[in-house]
T-cell receptor
Framework: AQRVTQPEKLLSVFKGAPVELKCNYSYSGSPELFWYVQYSRQRLQLLLRHISRESIKGFTADLNKGETSFHLKKPFAQEEDSAMYYCALRDGSGNTGKLIFGQGTTLQVKP | KAGVTQTPRYLIKTRGQQVTLSCSPISGHRSVSWYQQTPGQGLQFLFEYFSETQRNKGNFPGRFSGRQFSNSRSEMNVSTLELGDSALYLC??????????????FGPGTRLTVT
C-alpha cells in the first residue's frame, strides 16, 4: 500500500531547541519525497524536495531508503517556524502529479 | 509571476445541488491537480489534468469530475452534493512533460460547505 505516515499530530518545542518532524513512507516503486508547509492563513507551499538536497529556512531532510524515512530537521527552532507541516510522496517516474500526503504535524514553537 | 488562483473562494450549496470550481495555473504550467482537504481524511488526490487530458485519478466517486481547457485552466465539478463533500478543495499546478514533473504550487483553495 502507498502510504505516508507522520506519527506526531503536534510537536511543541521552545525557541532555539532542535526540531525533528518525522515522516515514514510505504511505497513499492521509486518515490520522490517532499515537505510542504502551511503557515496560518496562507496557502500550502513547498519547503523541500528530496532531489534538490537544499536547505530552506534552515530546514533539511534526508531520504533514508533503508528506513523508508524522510524526517525534517532544524537545529534551532524559531517562533516563525510555527505552522502545519506535511510530508508528501510522488512516484519518481515523472509521469504523475499525484501526491500522497501524510496527516500533517503542527509545529508549535514557544518563546 | 502570479500564483495559482481559485474561484470562488467560498461557496455554500444545498445537498443534491451541483457545483463547479475553477483553477487558473501559473503561467506556463500545463499540469493541474486537484485535492480535497478535510479534517478527518486530510489531503486526498482527486485527479490530474495535463494537456487537456485526465492523466491520473484518485479514489473518488464518479460525481467528481473535471476538465482542462486549452489555456490550461481547469474546472472541477461535483454533482448531487452530499454533506460529506464539505471540504477545502485545492488545486496545484506544475511544469510537466510526459516524462518529467516539477514541484507543485498550490492555490488558496475553495471552501465548499454543503448544507
Amino acid at each position: 500500500a502507498q502510504r505516508v505516515t507522520q506519527p506526531e499530530k503536534l510537536l511543541s518545542v521552545f525557541k532555539g531547541a532542535p526540531v525533528e518532524l518525522k515522516c515514514n513512507y510505504s511505497y513499492s516503486g521509486s518515490p520522490e519525497l517532499f515537505w510542504y508547509v502551511q503557515y496560518s492563513r496562507q496557502r500550502l507551499q513547498l519547503l523541500l524536495r528530496h532531489i534538490s538536497r537544499e536547505s530552506i529556512k534552515g530546514f533539511t531532510a534526508d531520504l533514508n531508503k533503508g528506513e523508508t524515512s524522510f524526517h525534517l530537521k532544524k537545529p534551532f527552532a524559531q517562533e516563525e517556524d510555527s505552522a502545519m507541516y506535511y510530508c508528501a510522496l510522488r512516484d519518481g517516474s515523472g509521469n504523475t502529479g499525484k501526491l500522497i500526503f501524510g496527516q500533517g504535524t503542527t509545529l508549535q514553537v514557544k518563546p | 509571476k502570479a500564483g495559482v488562483t481559485q474561484t470562488p473562494r467560498y461557496l455554500i450549496k444545498t445537498r443534491g445541488q451541483q457545483v463547479t470550481l475553477s483553477c487558473s495555473p501559473i503561467s506556463g504550467h500545463r499540469s493541474v491537480s486537484w485535492y480535497q482537504q478535510t479534517p478527518g481524511q486530510g489531503l486526498q488526490f482527486l485527479f490530474e489534468y495535463f494537456s487537456e487530458t485526465q492523466r491520473n485519478k484518485g479514489n473518488f466517486p464518479g460525481r467528481f469530475s473535471g476538465r482542462q481547457f486549452s489555456n490550461s485552466r481547469s474546472e472541477m465539478n461535483v454533482s448531487t452534493l452530499e454533506l460529506g463533500d464539505s471540504a477545502l478543495y485545492l488545486c496545484a499546478s506544475s511544469l510537466r512533460t510526459l516524462t518529467r514533473n516539477s514541484e507543485q504550487y498550490f492555490g488558496p483553495g475553495t471552501r465548499l460547505t454543503v448544507t
